[in-house]
């Protein structure tokens, strides 16, 4: 079945500092991706949507400064956590739909630590 | 927006079946989802349901819609300890492909 990965499964940061995470469609294509950030023991929460080719469409409430979002081509979405504050430690997981099904995937998600 | 809501926790015998509950609010044709997830993992897609269906049944999975009360819920037969994890309910905004969680049943089994 369709995968998406992302890299790295964890990282440690200091505050300040700026930590990339990648989201990549496998065996597909992906025009649009979604970024979630889940609090322990909490649902996930849509931070934004990441179009090829376009800008990334944040929710409400989601700093698009902070949180950089670039889909560099048909299966590779970055987000970027920019000066990186200890509030901003979470599970950060992203999904996408494989053209027009109704199948989405969600990837293994990435925890985020800032020290 | 639609607004998903879930009960939080469900303790179940091994063996036993699980029950999982979830309402939703958006009444237009939707594709409406469960999701499992264990520890420290993402969210594994474990069935679906469009909403012009009244029941979908997979291995172990039953899924039954009550569109009349936005009533969505999920049974598992035979419940093993494998199963022990948070399960999310998640409604897709009819207009595009984004999803609205609930706010996850946790199921413990117990021997």
């Known amino acids: 079945g369709a995968v998406v990965s992302q890299h790295p499964s964890w990282v440690i940061c200091k505050s300040g500092t700026s930590v990339k995470i990648e989201c990549r469609s496998l065996?597909?294509?992906?025009?649009?991706m979604f970024w979630y950030r889940q609090f322990p023991k909490q649902s996930l929460m849509l931070m934004a949507t990441?179009?090829?080719?376009?800008?990334?469409?944040?929710e409400q409430g989601v700093e698009k400064d902070k949180f950089l979002i670039n889909h560099a081509s048909l299966t590779l979405s970055t987000l970027t956590v920019t000066s990186a504050h200890p509030e901003d430690s979470s599970f950060y997981i992203c999904?996408?739909?494989?053209?027009?099904?109704?199948?989405?995937?969600f990837g293994p998600g990435t925890r985020l630590t800032v020290t | 927006g639609e607004d998903v809501e879930q009960s939080l926790f469900l303790s179940v015998r091994e063996g036993d079946s699980s029950v999982i509950n979830c309402t939703y609010t958006?009444?237009?044709?939707?594709?409406l989802y469960w999701y499992k997830q264990e520890p420290g993992a993402g969210l594994q897609l474990l069935t679906y349901i469009f909403s012009n269906m009244d029941m979908k049944q997979d291995q172990r999975l039953t899924v039954l819609l009550n569109k009349k009360d936005k009533h969505l819920s999920l049974r598992i037969a035979d419940t093993q300890t494998g199963d022990s994890a948070i399960y999310f309910c998640?409604?897709?905004?009819?207009?595009?492909?984004?999803?609205?969680f609930g706010a996850g049943t946790t199921v413990t089994v117990r021997a």
């Open positions: 065996d597909f294509q992906a025009t649009t």
């Open positions: 990441s179009n090829e080719g376009s800008k990334a469409t944040y």
């Open positions: 958006d009444s237009s044709s939707t594709y």
């Open positions: 999904s996408a739909p494989r053209g027009m099904s109704y199948e989405q995937y």
């Open positions: 998640a409604e897709r905004d009819p207009n595009d492909y984004k999803l609205s």
